[in-house]
């Protein structure tokens, strides 16, 4: 998971490994059987997020209230096929810091040797999740902050 943000100053990358979920789908080789129910589960741990600068990881994870909500938390239930192969639209239930939001987007979905992978990106707004833009001196983070997910994980048997 990255997440990229952009201020006055320089743009800002911050990576987070160690997600945790699952995905609960019906699989025809490696594409999910339409009409059938499917559901994924993404959290994230902020404190695994990080950009290699330190103060401003200690102030991103400030910002979420990490201590309070120690991931953000992403759902996608019955996504919609695509006309291309293995896309879908998604309505993603985004938590950040105990508030909850629906975000409409796509996604990538595929089943190939074992693993479940999938690809989005999205864009959020801060404000929407009661988050003001942090400010200090002369620098300004953009409300505006694009999730781009690339994960990969081991079908249960």
Request: no cysteine.
């Amino acid at each position: 998971m990255t997440i990229f943000g952009e201020s006055n100053v320089r743009a800002v990358v911050e990576k987070a490994s160690g997600l945790s979920g699952y995905v609960d789908a019906t699989w025809w080789g490696d594409r999910l059987v339409p009409g059938t129910p499917a559901f994924l589960h993404l959290e994230i741990p902020v404190a695994r997020l990080t950009s290699g600068d330190h103060a401003h990881d200690n102030e991103f994870r400030r910002l979420l209230s990490s201590r309070s909500f120690p991931n953000i938390v992403t759902e996608v239930r019955n996504p919609t096929p695509l006309e291309t192969p293995n896309r879908f639209a998604a309505r993603y239930n985004v938590g950040v810091r105990g508030t909850t939001r629906v975000v409409h987007g796509e996604l990538e979905m595929r089943q190939r040797d074992g693993r479940v992978s999938i690809d989005g990106e999205e864009t959020i707004d801060l404000r929407d999740f009661d988050i003001r833009p942090p400010q200090w001196l002369w620098f300004r983070l953009s409300p505006q902050i694009r999730f781009s997910m690339h994960v990969v994980a081991a079908l249960a048997e």
